[in-house]
């Protein structure tokens, strides 16, 4: 062109849904509308390939909350790993990260082979932090937890006891230096056997105010400092460097600084945080504030707050949350195990990868009332199918999404996994209205001009430009029968089990006319694969 190359951007309105099935529309005829609004034409953040991570923890059977024991045999110690489900769940995902730690993790020792320092388990004793003993991990159970993960696949965190030579302080903290022997034996032992860990964590909850003990920021760096120099001596000369990770406790913005100031450079691969944000497991109001978007929104400030502290200190360290069960106290029984935590679990997987988290793990993969996994039966809860159209579905670009309408509507995009165009996930918290959703994506345009100085000036431009709308593919999840307690979850009005060799369910789309809007049922949810989106950001 005489005038310069004019590149329209595009204002895209894409009628986007389903069929309607009686299974999602018989619950209530009220209808609302609205749009969501996706911007496709840069990345606004983006998380790690494999996003979604799931938890291990060492709680014996008798840890009990509220009178209730709900880890039964799901501890690294006991837990059961010829069981066919488990390796079938782990091995759906293709890696799945697995964080192995948790409340105990800092009373564990490591068996050395040593005769003269046997190896005991924990031992219940309501005078000792978090109600037990140290606890032993016998070199032998080690190597079958290994070579159940090489089988499955899966992609292992260890979290490393932190509390190893402290001493009790004046303020309540611990203070003194890390004594590490124990961990880098285990370490040395790791590798020497040809054993994958894919990162290594200093610490469970031992940060800012902690949980049981806490350690200063300063002494925290220093130990850190510490374990990357045993880490890396020990893999010397090995084409694979594990991750180092600390400090796994709850965000406290001055700790967190301070910690990152005062760890040498390169020490920190990860810096992990954790979040119990609906409170207690007993707490009778837990699915109103799951459901309240209002509720919802009060975590992201942790979130931008890690993000901006990791920008302003400079460091390369990336952000994961290393734990998260929503509930602390082990969860409860027919919420966070039930289709309704689906709502949390989902909000917040979208919610920090708005923020450049990069893993997100969830308490746990089995055990509690919290578990993707039913802690006695290993079949999969609400959550674990929720989890893995994430994985399969999501991929690491994250784009900017906003929903025009109802405040009950959840709205988060994607560039698609392995696949044109993006993937758009829709929560729907009102229980009374299906809303119809449009999409609309908005491209900005360029027009390069000739300049005086540079051969091209950029200006902002805009064009309405419809494009011919394709075929999507779209995954309607609602709860059995309605009812949010449900630990059944359909599919696209089909009921998700098991198949006859316990096998992972093939987790079919239903296709759908572009042209269409977008049904989002009452109390359900939507993942909507979009391939003819027009999306430079995932070109």
Not at 140 to 153: A, I
Request: glycine share 8%.
């Amino acid at each position: 062109m005489a005038g310069g190359l004019l590149r329209w951007p595009v204002l895209c309105l894409f009628n986007a849904l389903i069929f309607l099935s009686p299974v999602w529309t018989a619950r209530s005829e009220a209808v609302t509308q609205g749009t969501a609004i996706v911007d496709g034409t840069a990345a606004i953040s983006s998380t790690d390939e494999h996003f979604i991570c799931a938890t291990l923890d060492w709680w014996p059977p008798e840890k009990c909350d509220y009178g209730t024991c709900a880890w039964g045999l799901a501890s690294l110690l006991n837990l059961n790993l010829s069981s066919r489900i488990l390796l079938n769940a782990i091995k759906a995902f293709s890696p799945l990260k697995l964080r192995l730690g948790g409340s105990l993790q800092d009373k564990v020792i490591y068996d050395t082979g040593d005769p003269q320092k046997p190896c005991r388990p924990f031992v219940k004793n309501s005078s000792e932090m978090f109600g037990f003993t140290e606890g032993c991990l016998p070199l032998s159970r080690w190597d079958q937890l290994n070579e159940f993960f090489r089988e499955s696949g899966a992609t292992v965190i260890f979290g490393l006891n932190a509390l190893n030579g402290r001493v009790p302080m004046s303020d309540g903290s611990v203070g003194g230096p890390w004594n590490y022997t124990n961990a880098a034996s285990l370490i040395r032992y790791t590798v020497n056997k040809g054993y994958t860990v894919s990162g290594w964590e200093l610490g469970n909850e031992l940060s800012g105010s902690g949980v049981g003990a806490r350690i200063n920021a300063d002494q925290y760096a220093a130990d850190l400092n510490n374990l990357r120099f045993i880490v890396d001596e020990t893999y010397n000369g090995s084409q694979f460097k594990p991750l180092v990770l600390a400090p796994g406790g709850f965000f406290d913005a001055d700790w967190f600084r301070e910690f990152l100031v005062k760890t040498k450079p390169s020490s920190l691969d990860v810096i992990s945080h954790h979040i119990y944000n609906l409170g207690p497991g007993v707490d009778p109001n837990l699915v109103q504030k799951i459901l309240n978007p209002s509720y919802l929104d009060g975590e992201a400030s942790t979130f931008s707050n890690l993000r901006d502290i990791l920008k302003s200190t400079g460091a390369s360290t990336s952000a994961w949350v290393g734990e998260a069960g929503g509930a602390y106290n082990s969860g409860q029984h027919l919420v966070t195990d039930a289709f309704v935590f689906s709502f949390w679990y989902l909000d917040q997987l979208g919610m920090s990868s708005l923020y450049d988290t990069k893993t997100y793990c969830r308490q746990s993969l089995i055990g509690g009332n919290y578990g993707l996994l039913n802690t006695n039966t290993f079949k999969p809860n609400p959550d674990y199918y929720s989890a893995l159209l994430w994985h399969r579905l999501i991929g690491p670009k994250v784009l900017s999404a906003t929903f025009n309408g109802t405040k009950m509507i959840r709205a988060y995009a994607h560039c698609a996994r392995d696949s044109k165009g993006i993937t758009l996930l829709l929560l729907n918290l009102d229980g009374n209205s299906t809303a119809q959703v449009n999409v609309t994506a908005y491209v900005r345009a360029v027009k390069l001009r000739r300049g005086s100085r540079k051969r091209f000036s950029h200006a902002p431009v805009a064009k309405e430009h419809k494009i011919a709308a394709g075929t999507r593919e779209e995954y309607h999840l609602t709860a059995m029968d309605g009812n949010l307690h449900s630990q059944t979850v359909l599919l696209n009005g089909n009921i998700l089990d098991l198949d006859a060799n316990d096998g992972i369910p093939v987790l079919q789309s239903v296709k759908v006319d572009g042209r269409k809007p977008i049904y989002v049922a009452p109390f359900s949810i939507v993942f909507a694969h979009i391939p003819y989106f027009y999306a430079p950001a995932c070109i």
